[in-house]
């Protein structure tokens, strides 16, 4: 029988360790978050080394996402993909930015080759990064996959900003901290 119903889930944990009225002023604050969640997944077992979040104009937090490709059985399942996900199941579009207002999204580490297509698709305007590719592939067995020599350029000419090295070294800790912990691919 073939599946006809899909279900994605974040760890149980996410609601305690969110602030959802809190705002987040700064690009610094966003990718603090998403460096949490990134570490909190880890140390909790519920997935890989991966968090994200999406933001309002205002720095209110709309959704957040962390790695569950293994536990969800989903190669889908990255941080960014369900950040997405939540945030257009809380706002009802499958465009955020077509209420006319402007969405961040915040992630640990530069998105894959897949999160980059659904970046845009997904009706962002800015997009923040913690760690380079670079800096995953270096300290851990994930491949990134390819991505357009000029992929930054790209972005900004479907209008999405792009800021990186935002908490860089801190981003990096967790790839750190990950191969302490074993290191499993997720």
């Known amino acids: 029988m073939l599946a006809t119903e899909l279900t994605l889930a974040l760890p149980a944990w996410i609601d ?32 890989g080394p991966f968090g994200a979040a999406v933001f309002d104009a ?5 959704a957040v996402g962390v790695n569950r490709v293994l536990p969800q059985h989903c190669s889908a399942a990255h ?4 950040a997405f996900v939540a945030a257009q199941a809380r706002v009802g579009r499958a465009r955020l930015n077509d209420d006319g207002r402007r969405y961040t999204l915040a992630t640990s580490a530069q998105p894959c080759a897949m999160c980059y297509g ?5 009706g962002i305007d800015v997009l923040e990064i913690g760690a380079r590719s670079q800096d995953v ?26 800021r990186r090295d935002v908490l860089r070294e801190q981003a ?3 790839f750190h901290r990950y191969a302490e912990l074993g ?4």
């Open 58 to 62: 205002d720095g209110g937090l709309v």
């Open 172 to 174: 990096r800790e967790v």
């Open 137 to 162: 592939m270096e300290l851990s067995e994930f491949d990134e996959g390819p991505l357009p020599a000029d992929w930054i350029g790209e972005l900004e000419r479907r209008g999405i900003a792009v």
């Open 183 to 186: 290191g499993a691919s997720y």
């Open 79 to 82: 941080a960014e993909v369900m």
């Open 16 to 47: 305690a360790e969110v602030g959802a009225t809190h705002l987040y002023a700064d690009a610094e604050a966003r990718i603090g978050l998403a460096i949490r969640l990134a570490r909190r997944n880890i140390e909790e077992g519920t997935g």
């Open 118 to 122: 659904a970046s845009f698709w997904a």
